[in-house]
């Protein structure tokens, strides 16, 4: 289910339900010539479009802007960038709105510079906007003390349960480090991104374009196929059957 197709009533089952309510995390970063500047983005919601046939999910607007930064390209390659602390109060202030509102199950996906799953600017603002907004809602909802208090006794028996306040929000990369091994590999605007790109949205792909690559990084993206991306959506869609509950 797409939110933003969904009305109010539904909205509301699926919350009483605890559908994964899920939000791509994007970029708009530079990706060679051969690939469109959005790939970042737009490999997440390929893999859950997939998602989608098979498990009831409410997928959320992407965030399109993001925490690129200027590592692979400046200004000139049309990379945009936000800066951390504006893209963290900004995020906060969606998660803020759903939580309030009542989500329980809300999942972030990255996908861009979460090589091996590590923590990256974009991922760490991600986690701090979702703990600042928990951290918040259980003090206004249960008062100053709430954690120390013996209604929380059982705390350390529910963590990571559906009744753990700190797992109503997750950030999740799109493919685990795991994932990324079984995959056959990670990188950016290379075969392994270009491949990725190819199984989900091919038509943003033109590997004609490759031959005006001068970036290292771009340079085994001529090696990219479609099979190779559908086997790459394929072991991507497993991880994230383990990870959304």
């Given at each position: 289910?797409?939110?933003?197709?969904?009305?109010?009533?539904?909205?509301?089952?699926?919350?009483?339900?605890?559908?994964?309510?899920?939000?791509?995390?994007?970029?708009?970063?530079?990706?060679?010539?051969?690939?469109?500047?959005?790939?970042?983005?737009?490999?997440?919601?390929?893999?859950?479009?997939?998602?989608?046939?098979?498990?009831?999910?409410?997928?959320?607007?992407?965030?399109?802007?993001?925490?690129a930064s200027y590592a692979v390209g400046g200004p000139e390659t049309n990379t945009i960038t936000i800066d951390e602390d504006a893209y963290a109060a900004y995020v906060y202030n969606i998660l803020k709105s759903m939580m309030y509102g009542g989500h329980k199950n809300i999942y972030l996906i990255p996908h861009h510079q979460t090589e091996h799953a590590g923590l990256m600017p974009m991922t760490?603002?991600?986690?701090?906007?979702?703990?600042?907004?928990?951290?918040?809602?259980?003090?206004?909802?249960?008062?100053?003390?709430?954690?120390?208090?013996?209604?929380?006794?059982?705390?350390?028996?529910?963590?990571?349960?559906?009744?753990?306040?700190?797992?109503?929000?997750?950030?999740?990369?799109?493919?685990?480090?795991?994932?990324?091994?079984?995959?056959?590999?990670?990188?950016?605007?290379?075969?392994?991104?270009?491949?990725?790109?190819?199984?989900?949205?091919?038509?943003?792909?033109?590997?004609?374009?490759?031959?005006?690559?001068?970036?290292?990084?771009?340079?085994?993206?001529?090696?990219?196929?479609?099979?190779?991306?559908?086997?790459?959506?394929?072991?991507?869609?497993?991880?994230?059957?383990?990870?959304?509950?």
């Amino acid at each position: 289910m797409q939110l933003i197709d969904m009305f109010y009533d539904d909205i509301e089952d699926a919350k009483k339900r605890k559908v994964p309510f899920i939000i791509p995390i994007g970029t708009l970063e530079y990706h060679a010539h051969h690939a469109s500047l959005g790939t970042d983005t737009m490999v997440v919601t390929g893999v859950l479009r997939e998602l989608e046939k098979e498990k009831e999910i409410v997928v959320c607007p992407p965030i399109w802007y993001g925490i690129a930064s200027y590592a692979v390209g400046g200004p000139e390659t049309n990379t945009i960038t936000i800066d951390e602390d504006a893209y963290a109060a900004y995020v906060y202030n969606i998660l803020k709105s759903m939580m309030y509102g009542g989500h329980k199950n809300i999942y972030l996906i990255p996908h861009h510079q979460t090589e091996h799953a590590g923590l990256m600017p974009m991922t760490i603002a991600c986690h701090k906007a979702a703990k600042k907004v928990t951290m918040e809602y259980m003090e206004d909802t249960l008062g100053k003390g709430w954690w120390g208090s013996n209604d929380y006794a059982d705390y350390y028996e529910k963590m990571e349960s559906a009744d753990d306040p700190f797992s109503y929000i997750k950030v999740l990369p799109l493919i685990g480090a795991d994932a990324q091994i079984k995959c056959g590999g990670f990188d950016h605007a290379g075969k392994w991104e270009t491949s990725l790109m190819m199984g989900t949205w091919p038509q943003n792909v033109d590997l004609s374009r490759c031959e005006r690559n001068t970036e290292w990084f771009a340079e085994s993206a001529k090696e990219a196929s479609e099979e190779t991306g559908k086997w790459m959506v394929q072991c991507t869609l497993e991880w994230l059957r383990e990870v959304i509950k």
